[in-house]
T-cell receptor, first 116, second 113 residues
Framework: GAGVSQSPSNKVTEKGKDVELRCDPISGHTALYWYRQSLGQGLEFLIYFQGNSAPDKSGLPSDRFSAERTGGSVSTLTIQRTQQEDSAVYLC??????????????FGEGSRLTVL | GENVEQHPSTLSVQEGDSAVIKCTYSDSASNYFPWYKQELGKGPQLIIDIRSNVGEKKDQRIAVTLNKTAKHFSLHITETQPEDSAVYFCAASVSGSARQLTFGSGTQLTVLP
């Protein structure tokens, strides 16, 4: 069965360029999360979607970061005017509707972003 | 907001020995505590979780204990094997709210053959 799919798996870009990272969650998973993992660090929450709406955007580090989700499925994380400190692995996760309980997150393998 | 601290950051054990990783949390309203394992080049994967209505949960060689009064919880791995080598993350959240999981900083466990 298909898990969470992320693309690209690796992206090298120049400082100042915009990048888009894509996440295709497991079919039927209504919740979708973006996390950032810097080298040797933990998982930093960025944004959470329930369906197409984002009730919690509190983790987005600056207005250069934005995310959208369409059709209750695919999500795109966009980073504008990239900076070197944006270099990290960006992880996407999805979860089933759980009737109010926090459920298991299923993670993709991540998109490694390197900003030169 | 919630703050989760995890110790140690690195841990090496001999194959067959036990490993213990500890986490503390700050928000007394948190009631869901999962542990995730991340192998090299992969995304984290849930290995065990505990909710605050129980104090301990076991699944074969792994167990998690929770002390709500002290606001700390621990992962115990017995009879460690080389395939247990990975980064382990604890997390905490208030279940049933839209609040996201807050993860600890991770523990790199190395099991030496």
């Amino acid at each position: 069965g298909a898990g969470v799919s992320q693309s690209p798996s690796n992206k090298v870009t120049e400082k100042g360029k915009d990048v888009e990272l894509r996440c295709d969650p497991i079919s039927g998973h209504t919740a979708l999360y973006w996390y950032r993992q810097s080298l040797g660090q933990g998982l930093e929450f960025l944004i959470y979607f329930q369906g197409n709406s984002a009730p919690d955007k509190s983790g987005l580090p600056s207005d250069r970061f934005s995310a959208e989700r369409t059709g209750g499925s695919v999500s795109t994380l966009t980073i504008q005017r990239t900076q070197q400190e944006d270099s990290a692995v960006y992880l996407c996760a999805s979860s089933l509707p759980t009737g109010g309980y926090t459920g298991e997150l299923f993670f993709g393998e991540g998109s490694r972003l390197t900003v030169l | 907001g919630e703050n989760v601290e995890q110790h140690p950051s690195t841990l090496s054990v001999q194959e067959g020995d036990s490993a213990v990783i500890k986490c503390t949390y700050s928000d007394s309203a948190s009631n869901y505590f999962p542990w995730y394992k991340q192998e090299l080049g992969k995304g984290p994967q849930l290995i065990i979780d505990i909710r605050s209505n129980v104090g301990e949960k076991k699944d074969q060689r792994i167990a998690v204990t929770l002390n709500k009064t002290a606001k700390h919880f621990s992962l115990h791995i017995t009879e460690t094997q080389p395939e247990d080598s990975a980064v382990y993350f604890c997390a905490a959240s208030v279940s049933g709210s839209a609040r996201q999981l807050t993860f600890g900083s991770g523990t790199q466990l190395t099991v030496l053959p």
